[in-house]
């Protein structure tokens, strides 16, 4: 069943992107009409949320903690790495509003033509999320546009970050976390 929004009367157009020639939906009724797994989905990407760093994201400084310790050249180094490792992974729980977090739940909470609104696919997400970063190894233009919309929809959305708002209005959050993150991990 091909799914398709454009006068549903049970949706509303909320984002057209101009580079993709795509349009992104949301139930009129916000409050009732998201399918549970969307609120389920949106529920695990808040958990990720709330911690500042993914798993993903933990399990590559774990490895790269592992590696440091069975690398017998590097003894000398060994302690100051991991603590650098370890002060990047506090700073990201003090600072935990990750663009790639709230990119997400913006997809989450979007349809486009074609998706099911009754379940929540990651191909779908994916899929949104590329066309808003961009994807090289798939031909796909970033749209800037689209990026912002999810960055704020997924910001609003997010309980997690709730108590940030008056940090996330400053506009060179992104900016200045990113250059702290670099500046803390190990350029090895």
Not at 147 to 165: M, N, Q
Request: aromatic share 10%; net charge negative; with cysteine.
């Amino acid at each position: 069943m091909k799914h398709t929004y454009n006068n549903n009367p049970e949706y509303t157009e909320v984002f057209t992107s101009k580079v993709h020639n795509i349009s992104l939906y949301m139930p009129k009724d916000v409050a009732n009409g998201y399918h549970m797994s969307r609120y389920v989905a949106a529920g695990a990407q808040n958990i990720y949320a709330a911690g500042g760093a993914t798993k993903q994201l933990l399990e590559t400084m774990m490895d790269k903690m592992l590696e440091l310790c069975n690398d017998e050249k590097n003894v000398q180094h060994l302690r100051t790495d991991i603590a650098t490792l370890a002060n990047n992974i506090k700073y990201r729980l003090k600072y935990p509003v990750d663009e790639d977090c709230a990119l997400r739940m913006g997809a989450i909470y979007t349809f486009t033509d074609g998706e099911d609104p009754d379940q929540t696919d990651d191909f779908w997400t994916n899929k949104k999320l590329a066309w808003a970063k961009g994807d090289a190894t798939q031909n796909i233009a970033p749209d800037p546009e689209l990026y912002r919309f999810f960055l704020t929809t997924g910001i609003a959305s997010t309980p997690a970050w709730k108590e940030l708002s008056d940090t996330l209005t400053d506009t060179n959050y992104f900016k200045t976390r990113q250059q702290n993150l670099n500046a803390i991990t190990p350029q090895r």
